[in-house]
């Protein structure tokens, strides 16, 4: 009798031993383009990973992490950790079971010097982000998209990066006014390579403009529209903050001397565009801090407009606050860029355009709010057509001065 209970113990300990003992091992990998992933420490047993963004700080903040996790049991419930504080550590993160359809996880529990996530994942391996990636690749293969699904798109190549990456646009016009007539507008995102929110927000523009809205038709018809939905691809690709990186970043560039070709360029086009006499409005996508909670217009200061300038500016305003109604509503008061926001102020891109094209050309940065639960990549989207929406209203109902 005792023999068989020790047998029968044996008989049922020895493979759940052994199911535990098979449990795979997790790892963590950010070893791709836009990964970004110091390990702190992986606890196998409680399957729990503390990272921090892999540090660069010579291409600007720290705040930027994305990670893949291998060695994943299907249906096991994930630990992560970050460590940092402030822009590093948004309420939810996001989440991929594929790299691909980005959800968030529940809020994070907050510590004074870190953010804990529990997640579900569904298959053996799983991605982890500050918020919903958005990479070189994904710029590409949407204009290849654009460009074979719409006959109103063209793609173009800006310029080659620092480090020769070729920086992907896309150009729309649908035959319409007579080119004389043909307004021009200038959309871009992540001038700060962490703010991947903006792209998505570019995303939503570009795939309502492309569609068959009968205000993006209408808009197509009358402008041409240009747009580059990555403009610090270096730093995207490596994963980095960009932000305030050495000497200046992207938005601390626009200069007589631009030190980054993707400024260099764009400044090229904006400025032959308004020399025709075919540039009409700029628009800048950024995100901001976290404790925005909905999205807002940065404005030059008064001393950069005049009357003209002045009036259509509070015009477009006026069209966006009508069109962009949520769930990332917009704020209704903007935010002004002058000196006392920035010594540099001058050198911020909106500015820029605004003091070195003609008077009427509306030039503002566009900041979305990513600390909320809609900041998803539908809502990200949803504030792109509604910007979309606003320019065409603008450009319809607006007593302009050109
Ligand atoms: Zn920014």
Redesign the pocket.
């Known amino acids: 009798m005792r023999r068989l209970v020790s047998s029968c113990f044996i008989w049922l300990f020895v493979p759940a031993c052994a199911a535990a003992q098979a449990a795979p091992e997790l790892k963590v990998r950010a070893d791709f383009p836009n990964g970004s992933a110091r390990v702190e420490s992986i606890d196998q047993q409680s399957r729990t990973i503390t990272i921090q963004p892999h540090p660069q700080p010579e291409r600007g903040w720290v705040c930027w992490w994305y990670f893949k996790v291998e060695g994943v049991q299907p249906g096991e419930t994930l630990t992560v950790q970050v460590v940092g504080s402030g822009f590093t550590i948004p309420d939810r993160a996001a989440y991929s079971d594929d790299d691909k359809a980005w959800k968030q996880t529940e809020p994070g529990e907050k510590r004074k010097d870190r953010i804990t996530f529990k997640q579900k994942a569904a298959g053996k391996e799983a991605w982890f982000a500050w918020g919903p990636p958005f990479a070189l690749k994904q710029a590409n293969e949407l204009i290849q998209r654009w460009v074979k699904d719409s006959p109103h798109a063209s793609a173009f190549e800006l310029c080659k990066s620092k480090d020769g990456r070729a920086v992907p646009g896309l150009k729309v016009q649908q035959a319409g006014v007579k080119d004389e007539e043909r307004l021009g507008i200038w959309v871009h995102a992540r ?2 390579a962490w ?1 991947c929110g903006s792209s998505w927000v570019c995303q939503g523009f570009v795939e309502w403009l492309l569609s068959n809205d009968a205000s993006a038709e209408a808009l197509r018809k009358k402008a041409t529209v240009w747009i580059v939905p990555i403009m610090d691809v270096d730093s995207v690709e490596r994963g980095a903050g960009g ?1 305030n990186q050495k000497p200046h970043d992207h ?1 601390r560039d626009w200069s007589d001397k631009p030190i980054y070709p993707e400024v260099q360029a764009a400044i090229k086009h904006i400025a032959a565009a308004d020399k025709a006499g075919r540039f009409d409005l700029f628009v800048d996508l ?2 901001p801090g976290p404790g925005e909670k909905q999205p807002f217009f940065f404005i030059p200061p008064a001393e950069l407009l005049s009357v003209n300038g002045r009036r259509n500016l509070d015009s477009f305003l006026q069209a966006c606050r009508t069109e962009m109604r949520g769930p990332l509503k917009l704020q209704d008061k903007p935010k002004e860029s002058g000196e006392n926001y920035d010594a540099n102020w001058r050198r911020i891109s909106k500015n820029f355009v605004r003091a070195n094209s003609r008077d009427h050309v509306v030039a503002v940065c566009l900041e979305t709010a990513w600390n909320t639960p809609h900041s998803t990549t539908e809502g990200y989207q949803g504030v792109g057509k509604e910007l979309g929406r606003a320019m065409e209203r603008y450009f319809r109902e607006a007593t302009r001065g050109k």
Do not use: D
Request: hydrophobic share 0%; charged share 30%.
């Open positions: 001038q700060h703010e932000k938005n950024h995100n």
